[in-house]
């Protein structure tokens, strides 16, 4: 397994994950789980209303039973939808996305969102009590690792005032033009590993004439240039792409033997934009409360 180890934590994690958002079918997804497997993916991230856990489940299983992995070897992570948040529904949330994987555990759960819909007066004591649910779950020893995504350092802390428990992951859109860096540095601080949702922003960071210019230097792709700004900054990214030759040049980014240098990472600092975001309307509520 491509990991590394991670401080006073003392879990191997992968250094890269593949994403599984915007699939057609569950048949897609199990192919393209099956190939990111058989290429050495070891951490691979679904959520409940990305429709792919069924199709992931299948993927496992098959490369279980083909002995290409044994299930120990494999992070699979999924989230719980801002719909499910709360106490008993995030219980109930879990069930489900159980039944659709057809695993006897989840390496890692997460919170979609720290402020779901129409909630945002009462949003601290809604995620309160999904974390709470999730620690229950975790205890049981039906989850591995617990974590968020999209939270900020204000909404972090109001799960550790409430339980005491910081998490384990945080899961945040992180590309050239997004960095999102004091939310790095504050999670990173408190050895809470942080991942990298659209590492491309969609394929249009591939674009960028700055990222071309030190892709061409280092002789290297845009893609392969950012992945490895990624992993410099420690930063965990989850490519997604349904072409299998893509799924395997993404994976093979973690071998190329190259650095960027200081100067050049400080370029691309400068390429942040407090608005480079995706357009999702979940963003209004996150950044406002």
């Known amino acids: 397994m491509v990991s590394r180890q991670l401080g006073v934590k003392q879990n191997v994690f992968p250094?890269?994950?593949?994403?599984?958002?915007?699939?057609?079918?569950?048949?897609?997804?199990?192919?393209?789980?099956g190939i990111a497997i058989e290429t050495g993916y070891r951490l691979i991230d679904t959520a409940s209303i990305y429709g792919s856990e069924k199709g992931i489940g299948e993927a496992v299983r098959d490369a279980i039973a083909t002995g290409v992995i044994k299930r120990e070897d494999i992070w699979i992570s999924s989230k719980v939808a801002n719909a499910d948040q709360g106490y008993d529904r995030a219980k109930i949330a879990f069930e489900h996305t159980m039944e659709n994987l057809g695993l006897d555990f989840l390496d890692l759960y997460l919170i979609h969102w720290p402020i779901p819909k129409d909630k945002q007066d009462c949003y601290q004591?809604?995620?309160?009590?999904?974390?709470?649910?999730?620690?229950?779950?975790?205890?049981?020893?039906?989850?591995?690792?617990?974590?968020?995504?999209?939270?900020?350092?204000?909404?972090?802390?109001?799960?550790?005032?409430?339980?005491?428990?910081?998490?384990?992951?945080?899961?945040l859109e992180i590309h050239p033009r997004y960095q999102q860096i004091e939310t790095v540095n504050w999670c990173q601080e408190r050895n809470i590993i942080v991942e990298a949702w659209c590492p491309f922003r969609h394929g249009k960071i591939l674009n960028e004439p700055l990222l071309m210019q030190l892709a061409a230097k280092y002789g290297v792709s845009v893609s392969e240039l950012c992945l490895k700004w990624d992993m410099q900054n420690d930063i965990v990214p989850l490519p997604k792409t349904k072409n299998f030759d893509r799924i395997k040049v993404n994976f093979d980014t973690v071998n190329l033997d190259f650095c960027i240098d200081s100067d050049d990472l400080e370029l691309i600092r400068g390429l942040d934009r407090a608005d480079g975001h995706e357009d999702y309307w979940n963003y209004k509520r996150q950044l406002s409360f």
């Open 15 to 33: 250094i890269i994950g593949f994403g599984t958002s915007e699939f057609e079918s569950d048949d897609q997804v199990r192919s393209c789980v």
């Open 125 to 171: 004591a809604l995620n309160a009590e999904t974390w709470r649910a999730m620690i229950d779950l975790k205890e049981q020893g039906l989850i591995k690792e617990i974590g968020v995504c999209n939270f900020l350092p204000r909404h972090i802390r109001n799960l550790v005032d409430t339980t005491g428990i910081l998490p384990f992951v945080n899961q």
